[in-house]
């Protein structure tokens, strides 16, 4: 059975990630391997927007090695973010989990149907087969993902999770009570 088009073989695109690869091997010329492991020494996850403005371990004063980091658009708890803190939890040092949204989000800029008519304008796909999930009141998006995290029976009763809205103008965080 042949394969579809975007499922070939494709030789790899040297010249579309050239200046990634170059920055690679500068990297690696540097390189030293600090023996970390794949356990979060810090025993904390961080579940973060994808928005390149945003360093996760500079914001919270953290190292490599130290927490596991999700990212998504919106830093929304998904099912995959459910199956990754399953994962981190009972296998890789988590106990607490940080669910960090930010300001100035794209995914908090407008409703659901905004975002998919944005697309079809820019590109002229019809996006409304997926579920962006966006928000219009970034808190209580986050009590919505707390509860996911401190409901979903398959991680452990003692998983620590809280909610902070990053500035991203200031970098302060301010915490959520819920």
């Known amino acids: 059975m042949p394969l579809s088009r975007t499922a070939e073989l494709q030789p790899f695109p040297a010249e579309d990630f050239a200046d990634v690869l170059q920055a690679n091997d500068a990297y690696a010329l540097d390189y030293v391997d600090a023996g970390l492991t794949g356990w979060a020494r810090k025993g904390l996850a961080v579940v973060t927007c994808m928005d ?98 401190r409901t979903f029976p398959l991680l452990p009763a003692g998983l620590v999770a809280a909610g902070a809205l990053l500035d991203i103008r200031t970098g302060r965080l301010t915490p959520y009570d819920v």
């Open 52 to 149: 390149s403005r945003i360093d996760p371990l500079a914001v919270l004063g953290l190292e490599p090695g130290d927490v596991k980091i999700l990212r998504n658009a919106g830093a929304r708890v998904t099912d995959d973010v459910l199956r990754t803190l399953m994962l981190a939890s009972h296998l890789l040092g988590v106990t607490r989990v940080l669910v960090m949204p930010h300001t100035d989000c794209k995914m908090a800029s407008g409703e659901e149907a905004d975002i998919h008519q944005a697309i079809k304008e820019k590109s002229g796909v019809d996006t409304r087969s997926i579920e962006i999930r966006t928000v219009t009141d970034q808190r209580s998006a986050v009590i919505t993902d707390l509860t996911r995290i």
